[in-house]
Structures are given as C-alpha cells and as structure tokens.
C-alpha cells in the first residue's frame, strides 16, 4: 500500500480545521486552517517532516498572536438586549405606583411591568408619563415626567 503524501496529509488538515471553524461560533480555529496551508507547501517544495510541522507552529502561533487582539476587540461589543432594553424609555402608569406600599404597574414597550418611585416616598398617579431608569430585580425603577404647561 503506498504511502499517502504529506501534502495530502496537511490539506486534510486544512479541510478538518475549516469544518471545525464552521461549526462553531466563534474564531477557533482559522489559525491552523493558515498553519495547515503553510505546511501543505513546505511539503510540495520537498521539506522534511520537521520542516512542515515548524511552519505549522509557526504560521499559526504568529497569526493567533498577532490576530488575537483585533478578535477580542471586535467581539466586545455590549450590545444592550432583552430587559435592559428599556432603560431610559418612557411608559404609562397603569396602576398608581406607592413607594411605601411597594405597588403600581407601568406599561413599557407594550408590556406591563410592577414599578417603584425612584423617591420610596412619592406617589405618582396612574395616567402619568415615567421615564424608566433601572431594573431591580422584576421591579423598574421610575421617575415621573413632569408635563410642561403653555403658560410660562
């Protein structure tokens, strides 16, 4: 049985890595897809075994170092979703909100969520407008808006 050629090998490689960088989410394996290129020509100019397989360390290690960095920032990006969405939104009181009693509802985005005063003393009556500007626990923590009037 003849023996399969290194470049054969290494292009497997190759192949085995792109499936394996497909498959996942995030940049895993994009540096051996290069190392194993890089590999798979130091065989067809004739390299060694030992040649090969230090161009792949190589060629990988250096792109993961040098690529590395620029991946991270890329994928650091907060991207404000789900609940925290509505921070800084305004909404509807749809039952009076009592800072000391622990009740009132606010209707946000369509939703009705259980709300308490920023001010655990204050009253806002149902039908006013709040801003929302946090989210304790199932709670949001609202501010009432203040209507300007057209006498000045």
């Known amino acids: 049985m003849p023996a399969?050629?290194?470049n054969v090998i290494w292009l497997i490689l190759f192949v085995i890595f792109v499936i394996a960088e497909i498959a996942t989410a995030g940049l895993v394996s994009i540096w051996f897809c290069f190392g194993a290129l890089a590999a798979m020509l130091a065989a067809s100019f004739g390299g060694s075994f030992g040649i090969q397989a230090g161009v792949f360390l190589v060629v990988?290690?250096?792109?993961?170092?040098?690529?590395?960095?620029?991946?991270?920032?890329?994928?650091?990006?907060?991207?404000?979703?789900?609940?925290?969405?509505?921070i800084g939104e305004q909404g509807v009181v749809t039952?009076?909100?009592?800072?000391?009693?622990?009740?009132?509802?606010?209707?946000?985005?369509?939703?009705?969520?259980?709300?308490?005063?920023?001010?655990?003393?204050?009253?806002?009556?149902?039908?006013n407008k709040v801003k929302i500007l946090d989210i304790q626990g199932v709670k949001v923590i609202v501010e009432k808006i203040e209507e300007k009037t057209g006498e000045e």
Request: proline share 5%; charged share 25%.
């Open 4 to 6: 399969i050629p290194m």
């Open 60 to 86: 990988s290690i250096i792109l993961l170092i040098l690529t590395k960095p620029l991946v991270k920032k890329l994928h650091t990006k907060v991207i404000v979703t789900n609940a925290r969405a509505i």
């Open 95 to 127: 039952e009076t909100i009592n800072g000391i009693e622990g009740t009132g509802a606010v209707k946000i985005q369509g939703k009705i969520w259980s709300a308490r005063p920023r001010d655990e003393n204050q009253v806002i009556d149902e039908g």
